[in-house]
């Protein structure tokens, strides 16, 4: 044979490859022929002429078409494409056929925009790249999906200029990846964050009461809308029954509780309830748009648990909203005049209307970070006590990434419970420190970690609640508990 060129696709060491086949395309060769005779260019243009849908050629625009066609089966591993890599030889036209073996959707988008539009799990659908004239990259456009890995190379194999560029995008800088990407808005001054809070409603921070049941059943609804940052911008949020953070759930040690998840959004999503303790491989899997599940779990421990999407990548569903807190009182809790709710975290902004930007999530490098879903809205809607009254703070760090460490300016806080035990209790610290004479400045919390604090204002004020990291205080995450006589 004269043609010895590889025709198949590349597979990973140790991994298994894929089918390919080589089809004579005795007549689109023909008119390739015919293409370049009359225009001495390309065979794109002929192809169209043809009846083929398929995009411009790739690469370089001086590749001879060989009139064959590689076909390729690429299937879903994980958060990855496999193969990942496939090798056509230099001007033959390229069909990949991705089958979703995932358990999410997908979709493969090729950098000349070619796509096989988003599959849902187990569907499947063939791309036409055609005729393949220098290197192509291609990722799932899914949010944060290709940060993630779900990125393919098709190598032109001898093919003689260079690989064609491929654009980059702002915020990218995520190895092996180029172009696609969706943009990004640069970080909003406090100035416009603050008026923007004060135009809208604020989060309701005020502990939901007990209820006289020991069980409780919900319905959450997953949402994604656009939620506004400032007056010029959007976000796009996802939510559990259309705020961020979702419901704050309150109850006892011992009770159960029974949520449907419903997902009425576009995309996979999940719940993941860390106040209880079970198999997660069912009630924490992903759901399909339309879909719903059935999440019951007993709270047999006392602390503020976070709950969040655990779909892949967690770190863009918790980013875009996803995440929300369940209080369960410790047994012996005593009742105070005052409960508010905290949980702080971090926007990374997208394009105007769009989702976060996965590269800045990669970073951890917030544009805004939030109580209760909304940079300084306490500063405009302050949360209230009056001079003697005991106020309990309960606070969850929801991240996705980063630390807080909560404090209130002018107060000190001799009650201090965190992860499951008192390290201060009525100015009682518990390493047996003198009574009535310790106490805290901050309550130090990791990503998903909570607790609560107990401060006592003694004059009246305006006292700012805050996170001490103080360049994420000035990125929003402040507010004011307003003390009055
Ligand atoms: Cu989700």
């Not at 496999?82 to 990949?96: E, T």
């Not at 059943?217 to 656009?226: I, K, L």
């Not at 875009?320 to 369940?326: D, I, L, P, R, S």
């Not at 499951?420 to 009682?428: A, P, Q, T």
């Amino acid at each position: 044979m004269s043609d010895e060129r590889p025709t198949g696709p590349r597979a990973l060491p140790g991994r298994e490859g894929s089918p390919v086949s080589r089809a004579g395309m005795a007549v689109v060769g023909v008119v390739v022929v015919v293409a370049l005779a009359v225009t001495g260019l390309l065979v794109r243009p002929a192809l169209a002429a043809a009846g083929s849908p398929a995009p411009a050629t790739t690469g370089t625009p001086s590749v001879t078409p060989t009139g064959h066609t590689t076909e390729v089966t690429v299937k879903v591993v994980g958060m990855a494409f496999m193969p990942s890599s496939i090798d056509v030889p230099a001007g033959d036209r390229l069909r990949i056929t991705l089958e979703n073996t995932g358990d999410q959707r997908h979709d493969l988008v090729l950098a000349d925009g070619a796509t096989t539009g988003v599959l849902a799990p187990g569907a499947r659908a063939t791309v036409d790249a055609g005729v393949i004239g220098g290197d192509l990259e291609g990722w799932c456009s899914l949010p944060g999906h290709r940060q993630m890995g779900m990125v393919i190379h098709v190598h032109a194999v001898g093919a003689t200029a260079a690989p064609a560029p491929t654009p980059t995008s702002s915020g990218d800088g995520m190895p092996g990846m180029a172009g696609g990407a969706p943009g990004s808005s640069s970080a909003p001054t406090m100035a416009e964050l603050q008026q923007e809070a004060a135009v809208l409603p604020a989060y309701p921070a005020e502990l939901p009461p007990l209820e006289a049941t020991t069980e409780h059943s919900y319905t959450f609804h997953v949402t994604e809308a656009p939620d506004p940052v400032t007056g010029a911008l959007t976000r796009q949020v996802w939510t559990y029954n259309g705020t961020s953070p979702g419901p704050i759930l309150h109850g006892r040690i011992g009770d159960t509780f029974h949520v449907t998840l419903v997902n009425d959004g576009t995309m996979g999503h999940s719940i993941d309830f860390h106040a209880g303790e079970l198999a997660p491989d069912q009630p924490m899997r992903t759901i399909e748009p339309g879909q719903s599940l059935d999440y019951t779990f007993t709270a047999s421990r006392a602390g503020i648990w976070m709950y969040h999407c655990s779909t892949m990548p967690m770190s863009n569903h918790i980013a875009n909203g996803m995440f929300g807190a369940v209080v369960i009182e410790p047994a012996d809790l005593e009742p105070v005049e005052r409960q508010y709710v905290v949980v702080q975290s971090e926007e990374y902004l997208g394009a105007d209307g769009q989702p976060a930007d996965p590269a800045k999530i990669a970073a951890m490098v917030p544009d805004v970070v939030t109580f209760n879903g909304r940079a300084f809205q306490y500063d405009a809607h302050h949360l209230t006590a009056t001079v003697g009254q005991r106020v309990r703070f309960w606070v969850l760090d929801a991240g996705p990434n980063l630390a807080l460490s909560f404090h209130v300016v002018g107060a000190q806080f001799d009650t201090v419970w965190s992860e499951g035990s008192y390290s201060v209790r009525d100015g009682v610290a518990a390493s047996g420190a003198a009574s009535g004479a310790a106490g805290a400045q901050v309550l130090p919390l990791l990503a998903a970690q909570g607790g609560f604090v107990e401060l006592v204002p003694k004059e009246a004020g305006h006292y700012a609640f805050v996170d001490h990291a103080m360049s994420l205080a000035e990125k929003g995450a402040h507010g004011v508990l307003e003390v009055t006589p």
